[in-house]
């Protein structure tokens, strides 16, 4: 959504980078090369796919995330292990909370665990995303006011002015 809206993104890969197929590089390098796409992995280059590097690799994700929003989570494997995660980091964690029915289990400890409600359905999802759209747009207009992409995450990363 990021590529196709011309925005900015960063790829989290669950292994090494080398690992990435020509189609999908090939698709992914004009964006990189535009300063669009970060392309992350915290992986040896030629690291194979493995359920433990893709569970390490949400900690990175949920790292970087500002809001992580839960549709379904059981109380096990990689949405809970990362739901779980943002929440000791701190991050807002919203956990859709419908019917006690059709909730699963992972999102009912969840709400136990501190994430915020999100009922079904929304009625105004604004309110609750407005402070990270202000953010983004804040972010956006300083990055679009750069000569030059940013050659670094930390460059992205520094204060709003």
């Known amino acids: 959504g990021a590529i196709e809206g011309n925005g900015y993104t960063t790829v989290v890969l669950p292994h090494g980078i080398r690992k990435l197929s020509k189609v999908q590089m090939r698709a992914l390098l004009p964006h990189i090369e535009a300063g669009k796409v970060l392309l992350l992995s915290q992986f040896h280059p030629d690291a194979p796919w493995l359920v433990s590097r893709a569970m390490d690799r949400n900690m990175v994700v949920t790292g970087l995330a500002q809001t992580v929003i839960v549709a379904e989570s059981d109380s096990k494997g990689g949405t809970w292990e990362g739901a779980n995660g943002a929440l000791k980091q701190g991050k807002r964690v919203y956990v859709r909370d419908a019917t006690e029915k059709e909730t699963l289990p992972g999102n009912r400890l969840l709400l136990e665990k501190g994430a915020k409600s999100l009922k ?35 460059l992205l990363a520094l204060p709003y002015e």
């Not at 609750?128 to 202000?134: F, G, R, Y």
């Not at 990055?143 to 940013?150: A, G, I, K």
């Open 120 to 154: 079904e359905p929304v009625e105004n999802i604004t309110d609750m995303l407005s402070p990270l759209l202000q953010e983004g747009q804040t972010l956006h207009v300083r990055q679009s006011s750069m000569t030059e992409p940013p050659s670094q995450l930390s």
